[in-house]
Nanobody, 116 residues
Framework: QVQLVESGGGLVQPGGSLRLSCAVSGNRFSIRSMGWYGQAPGKQRELVAAITGGDRSNYADSVKGRFTISRDYAKNTVYLQMNSLKPEDTAVYYC??????????WGQGTQVTVSS
């Protein structure tokens, strides 16, 4: 069974940085892609960044040049390095894993608040 454990959220001032981590249990060879989604208050959950085999990544336009997604295959962990944070980045961030069977698994979410 696949389980996801997220960490790294918190309160940060505008312009600051955070790194989110998502540790995934289970067979890493069954993972097709890993990604991070953000859900701001009153809004739908949206893709922030995703990474697939071969370390191909894609980003939401709003975070390009500021956020970087990466994957540690040995630790079966995906990271989201968030730099130059803005108040509009405030959201609950969820990790998602998609398996080759196309089954999807979500983390519990971690709050990121950008405020002075």
């Amino acid at each position: 069974q696949v389980q996801l454990v997220e960490s790294g959220g918190g309160l940060v001032q505008p312009g600051g940085s955070l790194r989110l981590s998502c540790a995934v249990s289970g067979n890493r060879f069954s993972i097709r892609s890993m990604g991070w989604y953000g859900q701001a208050p009153g809004k739908q959950r949206e893709l922030v960044a995703a990474i697939t085999g071969g370390d191909r990544s894609n980003y939401a336009d709003s975070v390009k040049g500021r956020f970087t997604i990466s994957r540690d295959y040995a630790k079966n962990t995906v990271y989201l390095q968030m730099n130059s944070l803005k108040p509009e980045d405030t959201a609950v961030y969820y990790c998602k894993v998609t398996l080759w069977s196309f089954a999807e698994h979500w983390g519990q979410g971690t709050q990121v608040t950008v405020s002075s």
